[in-house]
T-cell receptor, first 115, second 114 residues
């Protein structure tokens, strides 16, 4: 059973550019969540996808968008990058069950630096 | 709005000490609380998950407790080792219907001195 994988591991962009980050969920998991973690802070929820549809969103502007594919992998897209977008972006997958009992399994993250 | 606070922000202890990390949350309507470990620049590793109906969970040298009514959780680490050095994060899962995102604290950075 493979864990959650993310690509790329590191990325450097300049202000105004666009970026796409990728996540492959753990086998058997149909729900993917994305989080942004600034240096020295806890992760902040961006959005979640379940069966290819957005299933909840945190306090992030529309220039943060995502996709989930039929194999449950996911992309996070950020347009018009700003300096404050520099952070570790974490993807987490989980099996969707009733009652909210499932654990989220996190990938290693993508470190984005915006210059 | 749910807020999660972790105290202390940083902690340095000699090897072998028992220690307690604290987590508090403002809204007691939660499904569960989870403790994670994060090594520098890395992703999160789940340590323990406590359901809202449970009082504690144990895994090896780790024991996590939950007092939902007072909005508090503690992570107890017995006989600390240098390999325990990492940032420890707690996160709560709100009980709102359909709300499955985690709300995290800012973490406690632990250094265990050999």
């Amino acid at each position: 059973e493979t864990g959650v994988t993310q690509s790329p591991t590191h990325l450097i962009k300049t202000r105004g550019q666009q970026v796409t980050l990728r996540c492959s969920s753990q086998s058997g998991h149909n729900t993917v969540s994305w989080y942004q973690q600034a240096l020295g802070q806890g992760p902040q929820f961006i959005f979640q996808y379940y069966r290819e549809e957005e299933n909840g969103r945190g306090n992030f502007p529309p220039r943060f968008s995502g996709l989930q594919f039929p194999n449950y992998s996911s992309e996070l897209n950020v347009n018009a990058l700003e300096l404050d977008d520099s952070a570790l972006y974490l993807c987490a997958s989980s099996p969707r069950t009733s009652g909210g009992a499932e654990t989220q399994y996190f990938g290693p993250g993508t470190r984005l630096l915006v210059l | 709005k749910q807020e999660v606070t972790q105290i202390p922000a940083a902690l340095s202890v000699p090897e072998g000490e028992n220690l307690v990390l604290n987590c508090s949350f403002t809204d007691s309507a939660i499904y569960n609380l989870q403790w994670f470990r994060q090594d520098p620049g890395k992703g999160l590793t789940s340590l323990l998950l406590i359901q809202s109906s449970q009082r504690e969970q144990t895994s090896g040298r780790l024991n996590a407790s939950l007092d939902k009514s007072s909005g508090r959780s503690t992570l107890y680490i017995a006989a600390s080792q240098p390999g325990d050095s990492a940032t420890y994060l707690c996160a709560v899962r709100p009980a709102s219907a359909g709300r499955r995102a985690l709300t995290f604290g800012s973490g406690t950075r632990l250094q265990v001195q050999p």
